[in-house]
């Protein structure tokens, strides 16, 4: 049993700084969409590696595997997009992914500043070129949760942003942006 605690706690380690820094997270998130939307925010770490990361309101889960500082800021994302406002479709959770990649790389941006940002936009641009990635509307379930849904999402977001004024597409209903698609 001590093997399996050394083994875990190893893999854990490099979640410390992540796990630190939740507070600042949850104080850019706060200053964006305002107060978290909920009484209390907590994190399950299991004692078996999942290659995955869940978020659920106010618990995020994590695996013996860990999870990097943009993960832990990614899940944590999702309790203002995704568990406070959910899709009104399946095939709308590219905007809760979206939002969550966009925001997981603006929190790059104030940890590493701006060429940082701009690296990890022109590799998830490069990357869906590259592999051909199709729209974001999943046609399948399986679909779902690949990387049209997370990078290609974001780009989207990004891509609004540049046509418009930043402070107008975060004001635009969060509902109005799942409207079913005709």
């Not at 600042?24 to 995955?52: C, H, I, K, N």
Request: glycine share 6%; aromatic share 14%.
């Amino acid at each position: 049993m001590m093997n399996l605690v050394a083994l875990i706690l190893k893999k854990l380690l490099p979640m410390r700084r992540a796990l630190y820094n939740i507070p600042q997270m949850m104080q850019f998130m706060t200053e964006r969409f305002g107060a978290y939307p909920f009484d209390a925010y907590g994190v399950a770490l299991l004692p078996v590696s999942t290659g995955w990361a869940l978020e659920t309101q106010t618990l995020s889960t994590y695996g013996a595997d860990g999870a990097d500082e943009a993960e832990v800021f990614h899940e944590l994302m999702h309790e203002w997009f995704g568990n406070s406002v959910s899709p009104a479709t399946w095939q709308d959770v590219w905007l809760n992914e979206g939002f969550a990649t966009y925001f997981q790389w603006l929190w790059q941006e104030e940890t590493e500043g701006r060429p940082a940002f701009d690296a990890t936009v022109q590799q998830a641009y490069a990357g869906l070129v590259s592999r051909r990635v199709g729209p974001v509307l999943p046609q399948q379930p399986a679909g779902m949760f690949t990387a049209a849904t997370y990078q290609r999402g974001a780009c989207t977001l990004l891509s609004l942003i540049y046509i418009s004024e930043p402070t107008r597409l975060l004001s635009i209903p969060y509902a109005v942006l799942c409207l079913k698609k005709k």
